[in-house]
């Protein structure tokens, strides 16, 4: 065989081996299949998938990657997409894919009935699914509780050196001072970022587990982290995490004044869903009871669905009133607050 009529072959394979991959990539969505775009990666969301595929019949397809691949690739299909869902694990995703025209508003009296106002979008183009609360952790043998108060208390001087959290690029960290710019103001907001950087134990690096390891080592006394980590790590099998979540304290700031920052992992129906009735159905059967139960059980998370109950570890954490400034905020000031976080030098 000619070197020629080789590279034939190879192409008109190459060709169809693209073409039969494209088709199955544009499933264009039959009525009985949904394609959910997410950025959550927890086995729990799995299993909920396969739940909802037994109970209706409607095939669920998962696309996963990070919040900005996934917008970036809903706008560039287009009409084309393939995605009738969409889930990020921080609400402010799910406002950027609003002002990007990329979803549609949900008519679901049910949702507006069981996800309180703060937790959805205004016009209903996105609904929290799981809420996450971002507090401050401590060691009870440094720290006495009642050293605690606000977030912005950690910036006085008895705090200096004391302080651990991740980095300004991370979007937790962007949230909260995104929320706090809402709920404080700006000047507030830039003083406590400002007075946080100047009290930080170290140059902030590693995710939010690293910084309660931190707290551990003794290179910090206080962190500042989301609550289901502890869960997270007393179920990880490795010895410094389940020591880690032992031995630190989760204290809830801000009480008395503008209550707890708190996020949620949010979903909407995109803007050229082809099955947005099962779209919907879907949101739907994650917001209820069953559902919601299931998810903070296995990933130790805060359920939307206020008719939940709390596994025993959250209530061992304690109740709290949390910050009620609506999720929207945290979209729209989010460029806001990485301008703060990179004025007052978050990572240097
Ligand atoms: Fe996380």
């Known amino acids: 065989m000619s070197v020629k009529s080789l590279l034939l072959i190879l192409s008109v394979i190459i060709v169809y081996g693209t073409l039969s991959a494209c088709q199955l990539g544009v499933d264009r969505g039959d009525g009985d299949s949904i394609t959910i775009f997410s950025e959550r990666h927890y086995e729990a969301d799995r299993m909920i998938y396969e739940k909802f595929e037994a109970e209706t019949g409607i095939k669920v397809n998962l696309v996963r990657d ?78 006495d509780v009642s050293e605690l108060s606000t977030y912005e208390a950690l910036t006085e001087p008895y705090w200096r050196g004391r302080v651990v959290t991740r980095q300004a ?84 700031p801000n009480q008395e004044t503008t209550g707890t920052h708190i996020n949620a992992s949010a979903i909407g129906v995109t803007k050229h869903a082809k099955n947005p009735e099962a779209a919907q159905q879907f949101i739907e059967f994650l917001l209820s009871e069953e559902i919601q139960e299931f998810i903070i059980n296995n990933t130790f998370e805060y359920p939307i669905n206020p ?42």
Request: hydrophobic residues 45%.
């Open 307 to 348: 008719s939940v109950e709390l596994p025993e570890l959250l209530k061992s954490w304690g109740q709290f009133n949390e910050m009620t400034v609506n999720l929207e905020a945290l979209g729209k000031n989010n460029n806001r607050a990485k301008e703060i976080m990179d004025q007052v030098g978050w990572d240097n």
């Open 66 to 143: 990070s919040a900005d691949p996934l917008l970036v690739r809903l706008e560039n299909e287009g009409e084309a997409t393939i995605a009738d869902l969409l889930v990020i694990a921080d609400a402010g995703g799910l406002v950027r894919a609003k002002e990007r025209d990329l979803l549609q508003p949900i008519d679901s009296p049910f949702l507006e009935s069981v996800v309180p106002e703060h937790l959805r979008d205004t016009d209903n183009y996105w609904f929290g699914l799981t809420k996450r609360a971002r507090v401050i952790v401590y060691h009870p043998d440094r720290v």
């Open 169 to 252: 690029s991370n979007i937790y960290n962007q949230s909260l001072m995104a929320a706090l710019l809402e709920a404080i103001g700006e000047e507030a907001a830039s003083d406590f970022a400002e007075g946080l950087v100047a009290n930080f134990a170290e140059t902030p690096s590693g995710n939010d587990r690293a910084q309660a390891n931190k707290v551990l080592q003794g290179i910090a006394d206080v962190a500042i982290m989301n609550t289901y980590y502890f869960g997270i790590m007393l179920n990880s099998g490795e010895d410094w995490q389940v020591q880690a979540a032992n031995e630190l304290e989760i204290f809830f």
